[in-house]
């Protein structure tokens, strides 16, 4: 431990004092000085450094509490020596507040690329130690590597002349947590959903190793969107060195607030999630009543050892609320907030503040599980009371009845609840083990050996299969027929018989209508039909009936039938371009199948995660996206190779956007593996195996395997167009693909009429805002632009639709890809728009660093776009050839098939602005070019050199 010394003691007080109001800082000194008169005068001296007490800086532990649109900032007094200094590429303008850790600055970009105002904290000086300064350097890799849409990033840091640190982080327009809800005052639900998603966020850094340990209002700001925007990732637990075997641990005292610390983080403990945890339960409490978890005073508790007490429950701490208070929490009375609070909330709040680390939630995850099933009025893990289940069943079917009425209802309601699932789950039983019978003759049982082992490939199998059904079952029930009838509507989806799938869902619908389970699995099938065939309105609308039916529903297979419901309804909201609501619906279907420990289950939650993996590379998130997917590949392995190839063809894709060294080839690998796949398992002519065949087109484009894609292509298009008809989003795609291929050739005319039929199938199957859609507008803007060269109408054309589809992006998504500004900044360049082409390859090179990180092949992309807006704006020659033999030199040190592109082009671009002085020297420019074509095997980029050196020589 560090010597006791008393400038530590003053720290150590200085922490405990800042959160209290300023009477109580008075008394606590006046108590201190009694004893340790030293101690009281070194610390009252740095509460007085410390006076913005109305700055955005409430709490002097927060390290970087930033709004741009902050009413109370603080003067510039001239008074900090760092004011104007130049800091790594940034320049300080002047001091935004100051807290425990130490003072945070407004700063601007510095180096000419762009412009852009940040926050720029600077560490305390007491605390600039060797180990902060070797801990610091160790984590700002792991923190900038975060990429989640709530957590706020480290865009820059490292260490000044001196040795302190520093870093740097964007301003947000927002208000802390707690203060947001308050002034919109929203009601428990509505604050609890904007909690999930904090929970959201910090579970994604903790399965990232990261931890924040310092979570607290005033480290979450609300944008006006309710999205919360978690601050400061781990850099509290900077103070600590992890691999110091003494840490300086008043030091590190400082870096967090004593309000919302673990018992264990008081006492010197080392990092840890459950420390996390306990933070978010206070934060918990704030926001739900308004109080903190122990009632003795904060005067009380700082001048006392940590005392482990019971903590009070929000429901009785909410009944000291007034009037007000209760009102901005949606109820009319403290009382009735209490009742609200108890029972559930109670238990989950209480659960996360738990004096000992191992009766903590041991996951953020399964805090948020809890959290979501009391949004949603289902039992809670924490709670299993006889009755309990009995009564969110009732409350979540809203269930009218009168005061007295609904007490004799729950009271009965257990013994008949399960009294009505033991017969329904006899009558569950009974009914499959018939239907197995008839299987089992009509197929023989070895066709039922594992679940989806039917010869899917044979429709005249299936056929067979149907009138043994019919025939065997005539004898039993119609619930039997149905079940049979609906077994075989999924069997015929699975073959792209979807026609003879849906007339048999709709059959099996009306024998099976008296029993909901039934009803909800062919509902289910509807609906997967539906979205198949891109017809999101119906899937939806039969999804949600399907969920109606099933709203009394207990069983195992309920709940199973309702998470495939809920699947598809994620589908269909997402293809209406609702994302939130899809992934809403989607995060708790994957909840509810992760709790269902079965082979169906967890096909399900494998399904689900492939949603959710596409969902995550829409939006850029490519670690969490490829995570999703891989573990998909893990639940449905061995079980369901179909569902395999899905998550395969998912992945390929997100490690074809990731642009890791060595993509190109695993993609192509990727590609070729899922074709094999899919055509072993569902058959030459199945509509999936033509989806593979596209998928490996456009990777064969990408590896200008020309030949190869054109027969992909057409391999795709045949089966396609027998499948599932020229109106079909995924004939579309090959549209698209073909598009590609043709201006390839030259035949651009051509190549745009193809996407723009795709486009307008997009459009009317998906609307304007999905994916695909956006995907072919890109398109058609790139095609546009090189059309201009020879139409220059069609400039104009190019820039608007390029810029309206990034509008679109950035609304839905948050975010456009880096390469898609790059583009628009070539355009806006070459209709001589330079300043807006400027803007534009700045904001691309700042979106490039946090979507791919500053070393990638997208920033040297980036830098070569740069060049080329120098020599367009006739820039001093000496600089134009320093930025490309820098760039040339760069990128010649990455070997991939898209660095090797870069080069070509800086090399063309190079000769390009010698070709007017010395000829000689573009003529060498563009032999090196030729020699990295040849060495890369591109013939298309020889024989286009190969005429830029006959015009050379002309």
């Not at 992890?242 to 403990?269: C, I, K, M, N, W």
Request: proline share 4%.
């Amino acid at each position: 431990m560090a010597e006791d010394h008393p400038d530590r003691r003053a720290i150590s007080w200085l922490r405990r004092l800042s959160g209290l109001p300023v009477s109580a800082q008075r008394a606590a000194l006046a108590v201190l000085a009694l004893w340790n008169p030293t101690t009281a005068d070194r610390a009252r001296r740095l509460l007085a450094s410390d006076s913005d007490r109305g700055s955005i800086l409430d709490h002097p532990p927060h390290l970087v509490v930033l709004s741009a649109g902050d009413a109370h900032p603080m003067p510039d007094t001239g008074a900090d020596a760092r004011i104007g200094r130049k800091v790594g590429a940034w320049r300080i303008k002047r001091i935004i507040g100051k807290g425990g850790m130490g003072t945070v600055y407004l700063a601007s970009r510095d180096d000419g690329t762009y412009d852009r105002d940040v926050a720029l904290k600077y560490i305390r000086s007491e605390l600039a130690s060797p180990q902060l300064q070797a801990a610091f350097q160790k984590e700002r890799n792991a923190l900038a590597a975060l990429n989640h849409r709530d957590i706020v990033p480290i865009l820059d840091g490292g260490l000044d002349d001196d040795g302190a640190p520093w870093f740097v982080m964007p301003l947000i327009d927002g208000a802390p947590i707690d203060a947001w809800c308050d002034g919109h005052q929203l009601a428990i639900r509505d604050r609890i959903g904007v909690f999930v998603l904090l929970c959201d966020a910090l579970a994604y850094a903790h399965k990232r190793g990261v931890l924040h340990q310092d979570i607290k209002a005033s480290a979450v700001l609300v944008t006006a969107d309710g999205h919360p925007k978690l601050l400061d990732f781990g850099l509290a637990d900077m103070t600590h060195a992890r691999d110091d075997p003494a840490p300086d641990t008043q030091a590190r005292h400082l870096a967090f607030s004593a309000d919302y610390a673990a018992p264990e983080l008081l006492r010197g403990g080392g990092p840890s999630t459950a420390i996390d945890i306990h933070a978010l339960g206070v934060l918990l409490y704030r926001l739900i009543c308004g109080r903190w978890p122990s009632t003795a005073s904060p005067l009380h508790a700082s001048l006392s050892a940590v005392i482990e007490k019971e903590a009070t429950p929000p429901s009785r701490l909410a009944l000291h609320l007034s009037a007000a208070e209760s009102a901005h929490r949606g109820m009319p009375t403290a009382e009735g907030l209490g009742r609200l609070l108890s029972g559930d909330l109670d238990c989950i709040a209480m659960k996360c503040i738990a004096h000992d680390p191992e009766e903590r939630y041991p996951t953020v995850d399964a805090l948020r599980d809890d959290l979501q099933r009391w949004l949603e009025k289902r039992p809670i893990s924490l709670r299993t009371q006889t009755g309990y289940r009995a009564k969110r069943f009732l409350q979540r079917n809203a269930v009218p009845a009168g005061a007295a009425s609904a007490i004799l209802v729950a009271a009965l309601a257990t013994g008949v609840a399960v009294m009505w699932q033991q017969a329904q789950a006899a009558h569950e039983s009974e009914l499959s083990s018939r239907v197995d019978q008839i299987f089992s003759q009509a197929l023989g049982s070895a066709a039922l050996s594992r679940a989806g082992d039917l010869p899917m490939s044979s429709s005249q199998l299936l056929d067979r299969t149907e009138a043994n059904v019919r025939r065997h079952s005539a004898k039993d029930s119609p619930d039997v027929l149905a079940r049979g009838l609906s077994i075989l509507a999924r069997s015929q989806a699975d073959t792209g018989n979807y026609a003879k799938a849906e007339a048999l869902a709709l059959e099996s619908r009306r024998l099976g209508d008296d029993t909901a389970l039934q009803f909800a699995f062919n509902q289910a099938t509807l609906a997967r039909l539906h979205n198949l065939r891109a017809e999101h309105a119906k899937a939806e609308q039969a999804s949600l009936v399907g969920l109606d039916r099933l709203r009394f529903g207990l069983s195992r297979q309920d709940r199973l039938a309702a998470i495939q419901l809920r699947m598809q309804l994620a589908i269909a909201q997402s293809g209406k371009g609702r994302p939130q609501e899809a992934m809403a619906s989607l995060n708790a279907a994957i909840r509810d199948a992760a709790a269902l420990d079965s082979p169906p289950g967890r096909l399900a939650l494998a399904q689900m995660l492939i949603l959710r993996g596409s969902w995550y590379r829409q939006r850029l998130m490519l670690s969490a996206s490829e995570q999703d997917l891989t573990q998909a590949i893990t639940y449905a392995e061995g079980i369901e190779p179909r569902i395999v190839d899905d998550a395969r063809e998912s992945l390929m894709r997100t490690v074809r956007a990731s642009r890791k060294p060595g993509r190109e080839a695993r993609a192509l690998a990727m590609a070729n593996d899922l074709l094999e796949s899919r055509r072993q398992t569902l058959g030459e002519d199945h509509p999936e195996t033509g989806v593979a065949w596209g998928e490996l087109a456009f990777l064969q484009m990408h590896n200008e395997n020309t030949a190869d894609a054109e027969a992909s292509v057409q391999r795709a298009s045949d089966i396609l167009l027998a499948t599932v008809g020229d109106r079909h989003p995924a004939y579309a795609r090959i549209l698209m693909a073909r598009s590609h291929l043709l201006t390839s050739a030259g035949k651009l005319e051509d190549a745009i009429a193809q996407t723009e039929i795709a486009l307008d199938i997009l459009q009317d199957r998906y609307g304007d805002t999905h994916e695909r859609t956006l995907e072919a507008r890109f398109l058609l803007a790139s095609q546009y632009w090189w059309r201009s060269s020879t139409d220059p109408d069609a400039w104009e054309i190019a820039i608007s639709t390029m810029e309206s589809t990034i509008d679109t992006y950035i609304r839905k998504n948050g975010e456009v890809s880096a390469t898609h500004r790059m583009a628009y900044a070539s355009m806006l360049s070459g209709a001589g728009r330079m300043q807006e082409a400027e803007r534009e390859i700045k904001q691309a090179r700042q979106d490039a660093t946090h979507q791919y990180g500053s070393g990638s092949q997208e920033m040297l992309h980036i830098r070569l776009t740069e060049c080329m807006l120098l020599v367009a704006n006739g820039t001093d020659g000496a600089r134009v050839e320093r930025e490309l033999d820098q760039l040339i030199e760069d990128v010649g040190r990455v070997d991939s098939l898209y660095a090797r592109a870069i080069l070509v082009t800086a090399y063309l671009e190079k000769a390009k602005w010698l070709r007017p002085n010395d000829v000689i020297a573009a003529r060498e420019t563009l032999l090196k070019a030729r020699d990295v074509a040849v060495k890369a095997n591109q013939p298309s980029w020889i024989s286009d050199l190969d005429q830029q050196l006959e015009r050379l020589e002309q």
